[in-house]
């Protein structure tokens, strides 16, 4: 059992280097017929960017996020778990289910059926890993060959400061530094993360940018201009770190309006992070506490995306069919509705190209060839997670970046000023 560990600024090329010593490592011990590589994150944009890059391999791979391996080794051993006192928890439950997961793993028999067909495990972004899912890191990395890529400054959650992975890391391991950045070699673009990386003031200067834009119009009409004169058929991303005010009514009227430089309106899709996806579609249920299959399927048919009333309506037929049900409970299709969901993100595949507008935990592990950044006035966080948000923003960008603040007051503090 080894570990090889990287870490390194953003765009210096962790994920190759994972990808690389893969490689390396199948020469000397290639997989064994039967075997696959086994590929975990925490978040799915990293799973889709990971699994793309498995892909072009050509190995055989699975690759999922914790979260969904957790949720299969709790079903799979969910006998064990109760012989460990260890109750079934639900599988939107994330974290108790990836404690009992971890639980679980840290018995011989589990970790040996992990690594029967997975003897290796490569994990991206493990800086976004909090102690119960470090645990499942932790437990296969006692049995299983582990290759872990990971930079703290791009965790987002305050709570993981320390960060539980980088301190265990550090003392199981000896971690390799990238320095040369690959993703861009555009100096403004570099000189500002490295500021924000050291917390000094990034310096506007094309193509990175900051510009005042005062209300939700006047950043949509920036936005439009340089989505026009910028873009040049390459993939742009809005980002920002709340899905607020400013932010949605920047990005609206860029997709209703012409600017007075005859630019747009462009055609531009929200990216929505799970918990939102199921908080909107949960208020658009209207469902009695108790009601009978043909209400609960008029309620289904109402949620407005095709692929969950699929999912859905066949979990209502189950029901008829199969158990001969009449009447379910509101909570049981709340909890379908999840279920459904967090399936749908866990399979779905990425967009290559467009105008896509997300928050800034969405992007991560994410590169576009330009980034808008809508900076708006409510925003949380000490002055580090300022920095971290930002750098993390600028760093998906190849070609330019424009970020658009919406008051001058916040000029005047970090990350924008020391």
Partial sequence: MTIRAFQGAAGCGKTHRLMQTLMDGLE????????RI??????????????????????????????????????RWRGLAEHLDKALPAETDYEAVCAVAGALLEQPVVVDWVGGTHPIVVIDEAQDLCAVRLRIVQALAARLDLLVAADEFQCLDETLRPNPYCSWIMAAAEVETLEIPHRTNVPALLTAAAALRAGAVPQSQRPFEIRLAPSPAFAGASLSNQIGWYRRGGSVAILTPSAGRYAKGAVEWATLNQTSRNQGPHRIRWEQAEREVVAELLGRLTLADRCNLAEADEAIGKLGIRSVIAAMREWLS????????????????????????????????????????????????????????LWPHDMGGDDEAKRRLLYNAVTRAKRWCLVLVEGERLLNRPPFAV
């Fill in 28 to 35: 000397q011990r290639p997989l064994q017929p039967g075997q």
């Fill in 38 to 75: 086994l590929a975990l994150t925490y978040m799915h944009g990293s799973r889709r960017r990971l699994d793309g890059r498995l892909r072009e391999l050509r190995l055989a791979f699975e690759c999922s996020t914790i979260d969904s391996l957790a949720w299969r080794i709790v079903s």
């Fill in 318 to 373: 189950i029901q008829q069919r199969a158990l001969g049900r009449q009447e379910v409970d509101r909570s049981e299709v709340e909890d379908v509705l999840r279920r459904v969901v967090s399936h749908g993100r866990r399979f779905a595949r990425g967009d290559v190209g467009g105008l896509l507008a997300m928050t800034v935990h969405g992007a991560k592990n994410r590169e576009f060839d330009g980034v808008v950044v």
